[in-house]
């Protein structure tokens, strides 16, 4: 996944692609203008580093194009990439709404000041629970998977004196072209409602009580590069719009979903302005309420895991970088074989020459590698690397394993570096545990 195509770029190249970096003679690799290196020397590593000025420019851009394109679309932050209060809270200010897929992420998303109202709920299994806490709070949508859910959802509302707010979510049966863990919009993948069923299933969401259907959803997967299949599915649901109203129905809203890709090597990710081209195009003149739901796109480049090297190891075949990161940190190399830049800290390393190394952390697992035989300097014990493009599915997919504790996390802002989660310590990893008296 997002692997480039041909040779790996260099780290001259990698730099280059992006600005919010640069490589000072004396400070070493800068993010947001704050050097690498202080931010180890304050607080260890591993740590993860985000940027909020690259945040705003990313949230910035996307707006910026879909206004020039002539669209009014509602941004909703996918919280599930990276759903840390004080990115929340900097979406809040940036007029954000949300896509939560849990009782979690609501709660969230509400304790970093986002309205009820301004919550889109998806997933495909919301529990009882979930929607009670949810329905009761005022949420502003839910997106509907089944003519199961729908029947949940008309049953919790209707106890509760409420009415709910739903959209369908249609399979359009499309392939993203994104790796297959990642697909969700064809019609072997277990989200959404086939398109063939949203008729009948929006003609029982209108005859249910506590609930009224307002219009369909899609989501086709993420990471995805090209308009293309955008365009594919976008069609669809412009046709389906039409059949809803045809048959008296309707139809106020139309989530187009996220998966907006972004550029792991030095490659520029998906061209934001053919997508805003593609959505005016396809679905511009339906005359209802367009959402976006974009999550990798906004911070995926706006964070850095750093981390130091442990040691080199060599063999008769290979070159060995142990980091003092490792998968429970970064579980992306181990889970999707994704590609992620990897630069030195050091300005005198980032200009030395360069070897292959296969770049590894410590856990016990031949799965914990960062890089297979990437091109990288001589890097000794202490050394320093910046692991690129770590701002989403990042910490928010971190565990403990091997009783590894949690990394720190720091937020730089106009210059400034902030933590914003300290370093897991040891005893919290049994804190919560309960050991019962035996015998």
């Not at 600005?19 to 020397?41: I, K, Q, S, T």
């Amino acid at each position: 996944m997002a692997v480039p195509v041909g040779p790996d770029p260099s780290l001259q190249d990698l730099l280059a692609a992006r600005p919010a970096f640069e490589m000072h003679a004396r400070d070493g690799l800068c993010f947001e203008d704050v050097p690498l290196n202080a931010v180890a020397d304050a607080y260890g590593t591993p740590t993860w580093v985000y940027g909020a000025g690259s945040i705003r420019a990313r949230h910035g851009a996307v707006a910026d194009a879909l206004r020039g394109a002539g669209l009014d679309v509602h941004v909703h932050y996918a919280v599930k990439a990276n759903d840390h209060l004080a990115i929340l809270g900097l979406f809040h200010g940036l007029g954000t709404g949300a896509d939560v897929v849990s009782l979690g992420e609501f709660m969230r998303a509400r304790r970093a000041g986002i309205a009820a109202a301004d919550v889109v709920f998806s997933g495909v299994g919301k529990r009882l629970d979930e929607l009670s806490a949810t329905i009761a709070a005022g949420i502003g949508q839910i997106n509907v998977e089944s003519a199961e859910e729908l029947e949940m959802i008309s049953a919790v509302a209707q106890a509760a004196g409420r009415t709910a707010k739903v959209v369908l979510r249609m399979n359009p049966d499309v392939d993203a072209g994104t790796h297959e863990k990642i697909t969700t919009g064809k019609a072997d993948n277990k989200f959404g409602i086939p398109a063939r069923d949203v008729p009948r299933i929006y003609a029982l969401a209108a005859a249910l009580p506590g609930v009224e259907p307002v219009g369909i959803a899609l989501h086709i997967g993420s990471q995805i590069l090209s308009p293309a299949p955008y365009a594919e599915a976008y069609g669809i649901a412009a046709a389906m719009v039409g059949k809803l109203r045809g048959d008296g129905f309707a139809v106020s809203v139309l989530d187009l979903g996220g998966g907006l890709g972004i550029g792991y090597g030095d490659e520029p990710g998906i061209s934001l302005s053919a997508f805003a081209s593609t959505v005016r195009r396809e679905v511009g003149g339906l005359g209802v309420r367009l959402l976006l739901e974009p999550g990798r796109y906004l911070v995926g480049p706006a964070g850095v895991l750093l981390a130091s090297v442990i040691l080199q190891k060599r063999t008769a075949e290979k070159r060995f970088v142990v980091l003092d990161a490792a998968m429970n940190d970064l579980a992306r190399p181990s889970l999707y074989d994704s590609w992620h830049g990897i630069l030195p800290v050091s300005a005198a390393q980032f200009a030395g020459p360069v070897a292959a190394a296969d770049i590894v952390g410590p856990v016990c697992e031949t799965a914990d590698c960062f890089a297979t035989g990437r091109e990288v300097p001589e890097m000794g014990p202490g050394s320093r690397v910046a692991i690129l493009d770590a701002g989403a599915y990042g910490a928010v997919m971190s565990s403990t394993y091997n009783a590894r504790p949690r990394a720190a996390a720091v937020l730089v802002d106009g210059g400034k570096v902030q933590l914003i989660t300290p370093r897991q310590t040891i005893e919290a990893l049994w804190a919560a545990e309960i050991v019962p008296e035996i015998g």
